[in-house]
């Protein structure tokens, strides 16, 4: 694809796009109207009111094409991003959001298999992003763009490599606890679902839980104690945790220290740990079940990312019948359903994450070091998970996940007043403001400047 | 929010106020306080025909005390009585209305029937400070108000309940974390101090080595695991990326590092550099 008109500021003809086959140019008139699309975007994502304002320049130049969008496209065409990346790329980085369009840039590239320009851009983003210090939306950017890197370099950077990362990443978890309503209300809620879920029929006091991504055992704790504290002579829990198959170290960490909170509780526990690759052979037949156990199984977004058959997963969930299904949605999924698009994941991803950085930013003062470590240990990974997920485009043309679980003939469970209150008040401890809690759709939602944060709903059949 | 229903409300209609002496009927209808400065007592009974009176008159905004006076027909009862109950009689109208509209939890059993009735309206004002008077004009109101009362206080129980739970989790939490951090620091230590026995037997043993030797360019030295594995690398550069949260986290200890220098050493014993590794694999790590 060539240009019509090279544009006179443009003095690195290396970054002129070539990666369509179209030529299929839009009107001005569909410029303006995606560039206010544009605008609106970046100003909820709230850039820094000293970068300079871009302007949309139509007249000096014409704009390369990309490949045709979908017109239920609401993200702007890549006409405008580019056009913008050709105006600031020469200019020294002037604080404005230049590297966005930059990043999708390269996710187009990405998507049209086009990695030798992907690399091309991406290393001049290198050069441009080099810190991930500044404003949630800089430091979100280097954050994708490392992610980006990993992607086109096809390392996997999120492996916990030795004992040191380990321990940061325990310590991340429990200072994110500490600032950020955020953990606390994933964990809390999803309890308070299970704890309700249970205390309806006073039938079996067994519990078995079955847990997908359980981490380093956190929420079972509080879990244990309020199990401790219902059951008159001692109670039960067994909890069987689906893991990846680089976990051995924390796999054991957890075994050791559930066990051991489990016995001062005087709890009699049993956890065992299946390998999530033998799950996605075996589904849940992996997964050994009792009779008279009262089945809670516990998912998020993640398992969606694994298991190859969704419709199959949920319908193998209901042949296990479960007393409750509680789905813990951290990652900003609720809306978007698999849209197929890699781009429009990645945005929608870069969006949740700026949300998630800032809301950190209210919690810890600039330039915290406990910040450094949650950004790092914590969200890190997740946004190179996020990232490796939608260029993976698995759920590409699928269902939200709601819609999944309601085909199945699963309904929601109303979550009970004592969660509604619980969440209220953790709101208050955690004196943060910014976050609310809300109610959709009977999901119980934390929300930062009313996006979603964390929604949390209980299911059964 | 709860401020129309929130003192106590006299439980078997009775006045709430007591003077120095008792109730001294003074006629048929009237009741008069014997302190100093007598003042009208509206029992339940006189209210409720204040009430009808008023709802007579097209309520208490169309009625004055002339008319309420006049409709009544009680002896002894003056405007200024009127005047005075009569205002009262809409604050604490206006006291219920708003009272409803702001809060959801308590409700109003009065408002209920306020709005837009005609048949019973009804007062209830709580004894604050200044408001000498409560009236409770019926049982109905009292089971009302008590009803609304309990609900009250049902939430407000439910609440600190959910509080003190929630305090409780909250502690749970931070305890099992807290232990899982330093299970996992000690086991930073304990290999650290492998790790030191380990490297301090191999120095011996290339210092030997290299006694043995005739002195030359001996590459033994090279021998001294410090070429790291692919992954060590890897870990490597993501940490210098991180250096600043590395440095300044002065609880690992040194050793730390020097362990993950050394991985190579500890997995294969022997050799000297490792291929890439695709994990971490403890030596007696077993699943389960």
């Given at each position: 694809?060539?240009?019509?008109?090279?544009?006179?500021?443009?003095?690195?003809?290396?970054?002129?796009?070539?990666?369509?086959?179209?030529?299929?140019?839009?009107?001005?008139?569909?410029?303006?109207?995606?560039?206010?699309?544009?605008?609106?975007?970046?100003?909820?994502?709230?850039?820094?009111?000293?970068?300079?304002?871009?302007?949309l320049?139509?007249?000096?130049?014409?704009?390369?094409?990309?490949?045709?969008?979908?017109?239920?496209?609401?993200?702007?065409?890549?006409?405008?991003?580019?056009?913008?990346?050709?105006?600031?790329?020469?200019?020294?980085?002037?604080?404005?959001?230049?590297?966005?369009?930059?990043?999708?840039?390269v996710?187009?590239?990405?998507e049209?298999?086009?990695?030798?320009?992907?690399?091309?851009?991406?290393?001049?983003?290198?050069?441009?992003?080099?810190?991930?210090?500044?404003?949630?939306?800089?430091?979100a950017?280097?954050?994708?763009?490392?992610?980006?890197?990993?992607?086109l370099?096809?390392?996997?950077?999120?492996?916990l490599?030795?004992w040191?990362?380990i321990?940061q990443?325990?310590?991340?978890?429990?200072?994110?606890?500490?600032?950020?309503?955020?953990?606390?209300?994933?964990?809390?809620t999803?309890?308070?679902?299970?704890?309700?879920?249970?205390?309806?029929?006073?039938s079996?006091?067994?519990?078995?839980?079955?847990?997908?991504?359980?981490g380093?055992?956190?929420?079972?704790?509080?879990?244990?104690?309020?199990?401790?504290?219902?059951?008159?002579?001692?109670?039960?829990?067994?909890?069987?945790?689906?893991?990846?198959?680089?976990?051995?170290?924390?796999?054991?960490?957890?075994?050791?220290?559930?066990?051991?909170?489990?016995a001062?509780?005087?709890?009699?526990?049993?956890?065992?740990?299946?390998?999530?690759?033998?799950?996605e052979?075996l589904?849940?037949?992996a997964?050994?079940f009792?009779d008279?156990?009262?089945?809670?199984?516990?998912?998020?977004?993640?398992?969606?990312?694994?298991?190859?058959?969704?419709?199959?997963?949920?319908?193998?969930?209901?042949?296990?019948?479960?007393?409750?299904?509680?789905?813990?949605?951290?990652?900003?999924?609720?809306?978007?359903?698999?849209?197929?698009?890699?781009?429009?994941?990645?945005?929608?991803?870069?969006?949740?994450?700026?949300?998630?950085?800032?809301?950190?930013d209210?919690?810890?003062?600039?330039?915290?070091?406990?910040?450094?470590?949650?950004?790092?240990?914590?969200?890190?990974?997740k946004?190179s998970?996020?990232?490796?997920?939608a260029?993976?485009?698995?759920?590409?043309?699928?269902?939200?996940?709601?819609?999944?679980?309601?085909?199945a003939?699963?309904?929601?469970v109303?979550?009970?007043?004592?969660?509604?209150?619980?969440?209220?008040?953790?709101?208050?401890?955690?004196?943060?403001?910014?976050?609310?809690?809300?109610?959709?759709?009977?999901?119980?939602?934390?929300?930062?400047?009313?996006?979603?944060?964390?929604?949390?709903s209980?299911?059964?059949? | 929010?709860?401020?129309a229903?929130?003192?106590?409300?006299?439980?078997?209609?009775?006045m709430?106020?007591y003077?120095?002496?008792?109730?001294?009927?003074?006629?048929?209808?009237?009741?008069?306080?014997t302190?100093?400065?007598?003042?009208?007592?509206?029992?339940?009974?006189?209210h409720?025909?204040?009430?009808?009176?008023?709802?007579?008159?097209?309520?208490?905004?169309k009625?004055?005390?002339?008319?309420?006076m006049?409709?009544?027909?009680v002896?002894?009862l003056?405007?200024y009585?009127?005047?005075s109950h009569?205002?009262?009689?809409?604050?604490?109208?206006?006291?219920?209305?708003?009272?409803?509209?702001?809060?959801?939890?308590?409700?109003?059993?009065?408002?209920?029937?306020?709005?837009?009735?005609?048949?019973?309206?009804?007062?209830?004002?709580?004894?604050?400070?200044?408001n000498?008077?409560?009236?409770?004009?019926?049982?109905?109101?009292?089971t009302?108000?008590?009803?609304?009362?309990?609900?009250?206080?049902?939430?407000l129980?439910?609440?600190?309940?959910?509080?003190?739970?929630l305090?409780?989790?909250?502690?749970?939490?931070?305890?099992?974390?807290?232990?899982?951090?330093e299970?996992a620091?000690?086991a930073?230590?304990?290999?650290?101090?492998?790790?030191?026995?380990?490297?301090?037997?191999?120095?011996e043993?290339?210092?030997?080595a290299?006694?043995?030797?005739n002195?030359?360019?001996?590459?033994?030295?090279?021998?001294?695991m410090?070429?790291?594995?692919?992954?060590?690398?890897?870990?490597?550069?993501?940490?210098?990326?991180?250096?600043?949260?590395?440095?300044?986290?002065?609880?690992?200890?040194?050793?730390?590092?020097?362990?993950?220098?050394?991985?190579?050493v500890?997995r294969?014993?022997?050799?000297v550099?490792?291929?890439?590794?695709?994990?971490?694999?403890?030596?007696s790590?077993?699943?389960?």
């Amino acid at each position: 694809m060539k240009l019509q008109a090279s544009s006179p500021q443009d003095n690195q003809p290396s970054n002129t796009t070539n990666n369509s086959t179209d030529s299929n140019h839009l009107s001005m008139d569909e410029h303006a109207m995606r560039s206010m699309d544009w605008d609106s975007i970046m100003k909820e994502l709230e850039v820094d009111d000293d970068s300079a304002p871009y302007q949309l320049q139509p007249s000096s130049f014409n704009l390369p094409v990309f490949p045709d969008i979908d017109s239920s496209d609401v993200y702007p065409g890549p006409n405008q991003i580019t056009g913008y990346g050709f105006n600031s790329l020469d200019s020294v980085d002037n604080g404005g959001f230049d590297y966005i369009e930059d990043l999708i840039r390269v996710v187009d590239c990405i998507e049209s298999d086009e990695l030798h320009l992907a690399h091309v851009v991406l290393s001049q983003l290198n050069q441009r992003l080099q810190t991930s210090a500044g404003r949630p939306l800089q430091r979100a950017a280097f954050y994708f763009k490392e992610a980006l890197g990993s992607l086109l370099t096809g390392t996997n950077r999120n492996q916990l490599f030795s004992w040191s990362d380990i321990v940061q990443k325990i310590r991340a978890i429990k200072e994110f606890s500490g600032i950020s309503p955020i953990p606390l209300f994933s964990h809390f809620t999803a309890n308070q679902a299970i704890l309700d879920s249970l205390s309806s029929q006073s039938s079996s006091p067994f519990v078995h839980v079955v847990d997908f991504e359980i981490g380093f055992g956190g929420q079972y704790a509080s879990l244990m104690r309020e199990i401790a504290e219902k059951s008159a002579n001692g109670g039960f829990l067994r909890v069987t945790a689906v893991v990846a198959e680089d976990c051995a170290v924390e796999t054991r960490l957890v075994k050791e220290n559930l066990t051991q909170f489990a016995a001062e509780m005087k709890i009699r526990f049993q956890i065992e740990f299946v390998l999530m690759k033998t799950f996605e052979i075996l589904s849940f037949k992996a997964i050994r079940f009792v009779d008279g156990e009262r089945t809670v199984v516990l998912i998020s977004p993640a398992i969606f990312r694994r298991v190859i058959g969704i419709a199959e997963f949920v319908n193998n969930l209901g042949r296990v019948s479960p007393n409750v299904v509680v789905f813990v949605d951290s990652e900003g999924c609720t809306e978007t359903a698999g849209s197929g698009s890699f781009r429009r994941e990645f945005v929608s991803a870069f969006e949740f994450y700026t949300m998630v950085l800032e809301s950190l930013d209210a919690a810890a003062p600039p330039g915290d070091l406990v910040k450094k470590i949650v950004e790092t240990f914590l969200l890190r990974p997740k946004i190179s998970a996020a990232v490796e997920t939608a260029a993976n485009r698995r759920s590409a043309g699928q269902m939200t996940w709601r819609e999944m679980l309601c085909a199945a003939g699963m309904r929601p469970v109303q979550l009970s007043q004592f969660a509604d209150f619980q969440a209220e008040c953790l709101l208050e401890k955690a004196q943060v403001r910014g976050f609310h809690v809300a109610k959709r759709q009977g999901e119980l939602v934390l929300c930062w400047h009313g996006r979603a944060l964390v929604a949390t709903s209980a299911w059964r059949f | 929010m709860y401020s129309a229903i929130r003192s106590s409300l006299p439980l078997d209609g009775s006045m709430g106020e007591y003077s120095d002496g008792t109730n001294l009927p003074v006629d048929a209808c009237l009741v008069l306080t014997t302190d100093p400065k007598p003042r009208l007592r509206w029992t339940s009974e006189l209210h409720e025909r204040f009430v009808d009176a008023v709802t007579q008159l097209g309520g208490p905004d169309k009625a004055t005390p002339k008319t309420i006076m006049r409709t009544m027909g009680v002896k002894g009862l003056t405007l200024y009585h009127l005047k005075s109950h009569l205002q009262k009689f809409r604050q604490g109208r206006q006291l219920c209305k708003e009272s409803t509209e702001n809060s959801k939890d308590v409700s109003c059993a009065a408002e209920s029937q306020d709005t837009g009735s005609s048949s019973t309206s009804s007062l209830r004002l709580a004894a604050q400070e200044q408001n000498e008077y409560v009236y409770v004009s019926s049982s109905y109101q009292v089971t009302e108000a008590l009803r609304a009362q309990m609900e009250v206080q049902r939430r407000l129980h439910e609440q600190l309940e959910v509080q003190r739970r929630l305090q409780l989790r909250i502690e749970a939490q931070g305890k099992y974390l807290q232990s899982v951090l330093e299970k996992a620091c000690k086991a930073i230590e304990d290999q650290a101090v492998a790790f030191a026995g380990l490297e301090a037997a191999r120095e011996e043993l290339s210092e030997l080595a290299i006694k043995v030797s005739n002195g030359s360019q001996v590459p033994f030295h090279t021998t001294k695991m410090t070429v790291p594995s692919l992954s060590e690398l890897a870990v490597a550069i993501e940490h210098k990326n991180n250096c600043s949260a590395e440095s300044s986290l002065t609880s690992i200890p040194v050793s730390a590092t020097l362990m993950k220098r050394h991985r190579g050493v500890f997995r294969n014993g022997e050799s000297v550099v490792v291929g890439h590794e695709t994990g971490w694999v403890m030596p007696s790590s077993s699943l389960g």
